[in-house]
């Protein structure tokens, strides 16, 4: 398996989790009734700010365009305009899952007060240590708020294991996904951390796919930050570190 064909391979597939996962615009089959999990105490992927920070209130300023791309400024030279997610009707089994990947009800409906919505793409390594990166800022006419992280973290509670279904314009989409909470420092006013675990075929081999997310709330803002890769030991290092200049970008 030649280091080109690794690299092939893990792009298509992170690309393809990314898009899979992403806030979108277009619908899924659920309905808010379907989707909605019970209320249970929010584990620890999900952690909130316990003061004010004004630094934080600057960062969390709803954003114009030019705004959301200067606070990408520190990213590497190599990143580039990423595609907007374009999977749909997507839905899990279990039900409440949807919202581990936040495309639950909630989030379709918040995403109404979008105004800004900002991606950028890389990858560095090469070989079996390739990892492919994504973020992406989004800013809203109103502030976040807490509900769409702490959903994500109560659904993660009772999701280990589901699979994740839609289309997209390559036809059906059918994944087995696996889910576990990250440990991350506390960023922003709420931070949610996941790795989600899928399976695919690289240079003709039967992998696992790590793709860990860091998902930060500051004020009008949501800034998600992905890191795909098939070293099962890759921690949330390099996310954390850009996350920390967007934020210090964004107060400025």
Known sequence: MTGRRVARGLTCLATSLVLLTGCGDLPFASSPSATAPTPVPTPEPVTSSPTTD????????????????????????SAK???EPSAQY????????????RLGWYATNFKRSRTVAV?????????????AHNVRIESHSRPVGATLLDQAGAALAGCDSFSLTGRDEAGPIDLRLLAEPRTTATLGDQTFAVRITTFGEIGGRQTRIYADY?????????ITLT??????????????RHAEDIISRLAR
Do not use: F, N, Y
Request: glycine residues 10%; proline residues 8%; contains cysteine.
């Open 54 to 77: 004004p630094r934080l209130e600057r960062a969390g300023r709803q954003l114009d365009e030019a705004q959301a791309e200067a606070a990408l400024a520190g990213l590497p030279r």
């Open 81 to 83: 305009p990423g595609p």
């Open 90 to 101: 997507r839905k899990t089994d279990p039900k409440p899952c949807i919202d581990v990947l």
């Open 119 to 131: 991606t950028r793409g890389w990858t560095q390594g090469k070989g079996t240590g390739l990892q």
């Open 214 to 222: 860091l998902v930060v709330r500051v004020g009008h803002s949501l």
């Open 227 to 240: 890191q795909t890769s098939t070293d099962e030991a890759s921690d949330m290092t390099t996310l954390e």
